[in-house]
T-cell receptor, first 112, second 115 residues
């Protein structure tokens, strides 16, 4: 099984709907990163979470870290077509930001 | 430029040929990473450079893969005697010196196709 599980694997929502993507680690989390990737492009940094209970927001995207559950969730409010893409979570399980472990990604489509 | 750049953006090669992929990190970023992203797979760590320290090569899949970083800046990933399973997007990232957890800035990647 994957060391970092993302769910769901893919998601199709209607514009304006809210959605949540989850990322669960099998190991201790020292840091959890959320990135977005569009086809043919590199990864765009969204947020980094380090402390248990930490919550960060950027525009309509909010991410939370549950350190005890070794889990993070990414929530998008009132989704827009511009939110479409692949969302990837990366975990620092060693505390040195060296070898991040990555989830397989969640593919999001937003229908206008 | 302000971001991480990679070249070429696309590379098609024949099985058995050698290829070189280039990465220009953000100026001032002493940490540099190479990843591989294959269809249906997550990002796979390949190698990590930090300043003048010995690189962490533990992610390189075989001895056909090697990487250099000259002058603490530009890095080249070389794949010798390419195989079809080497086909993937190769991503480079850079970050400020790691003293804990810091953001990695990614380049657009090089899409390698081995025929």
């Amino acid at each position: 099984s994957q060391e970092l599980e993302q769910s769901p694997q893919s998601l199709i929502v209607q514009e304006g709907k809210n959605l949540t993507i989850n990322c669960t680690s099998s190991k201790t989390l020292y840091g959890l990163y959320w990135y977005k990737q569009k086809y043919g492009e590199g990864l765009i940094f969204l947020m980094m979470l380090q402390k248990g209970g930490e919550e960060k927001s950027h525009e309509k995207i909010t991410a939370k870290l549950d350190e005890k559950k070794q889990q993070s969730s990414l929530h998008i409010t009132a989704s827009q077509p511009s939110h479409a893409g692949i969302y990837l979570c990366g975990a620092d399980n060693a505390g040195n930001n060296r070898k991040l472990i990555w989830g397989l990604g969640t593919s999001l489509a937003v229908n206008p | 430029g302000a971001g991480v750049s990679q070249s070429p953006s696309n590379k098609v090669t024949e099985k058995g040929k050698d290829v070189e992929l280039r990465c220009d990190p953000i100026s001032g970023h002493t940490a540099l990473y190479w990843y591989r992203q294959s269809l249906g797979q997550g990002l796979e760590f390949l190698i990590y450079f930090q300043g003048n320290s010995a690189p962490d090569k533990s992610g390189l899949p075989s001895d056909r893969f090697s990487a250099e970083r000259t002058g603490g800046s530009v890095s080249t990933l070389t794949i010798q005697r390419t195989q079809q399973e080497d086909s993937a997007v190769y991503l480079c990232a850079s970050s400020l010196p790691t003293s804990g957890t810091t953001e990695q800035f990614f380049g657009p990647g090089t899409r390698l196709t081995v025929l």
